[in-house]
């Protein structure tokens, strides 16, 4: 029988980023994509989740969608089944990285947001995949059905999310990490460091792929998810 899957979408991406595993792993898990696009901060990301989810399901989230499933693990351990992080890191901002994301808000306040994802697909995309029209295309897409006010929100929230690595030895659910060997944006020691302290966690590694694990390599992600979702117990 399908189990309930939440998936957590990442900054200015939706339920787009989960195309392939919410198409090909319907035998296996009954699928809801959340809405993270209503709160400044990972406490309302983290409620409105709860408020949304079954009373029990499995918790996947890449990027900051890993920040928020961190954040459900710390309001309601007992209502998450699994967990999977893709691409995530359960580290506070540095100074530089703070920095970086107030001029891009910066830029969003002035109405020169068309101009943010350009600057941010090689942080994110892997080399080889910049010239990969349909793969930029999906992610300018989303970033523009989300649109600068959320992209303030959500920046916000990342900016004001809670150091957890403190938390991680409390996880006591099958945890599988994922993480593009390529990934600029949050590289591959923040998961290794996440799957060296949680107890039950399992590290896999994406060859050839950045910061967007779902989209850069969809049929690798699918499939660490199913194995995840039928053998991790």
Known sequence: MPQPLVLLPGLLLDDAL???????LTDVADITV?????????AGMARDVLAAAPRRFALAGL???????????RRAPERVTKLALIDTSARPDTPEQTRRRRGFVDLARQGR????????????????????AALCESITQQAERLGPEVF??????????????HDLSAIDCPTLVVCGRQDLATPLEVSAEIADQVPRARLAVIEDCGHLAPLERPQAVTALLRDWLIYDR
């Open 18 to 24: 989960w195309a392939h595993q919410t198409a090909h």
């Open 34 to 42: 959340a809405d993270l696009s209503r709160a400044d901060d990972m």
């Open 63 to 73: 990027s900051m969608g890993g920040y928020a499933a961190l954040e459900v693990m």
């Open 113 to 132: 947001f068309r101009g943010v994802t350009p600057r941010l697909l090689p942080l994110y995309v892997h080399p080889d995949r910049l010239e990969d």
């Open 152 to 165: 303030v929100a959500q920046q916000t929230a990342v900016m004001g999310r809670p150091d957890s690595r």
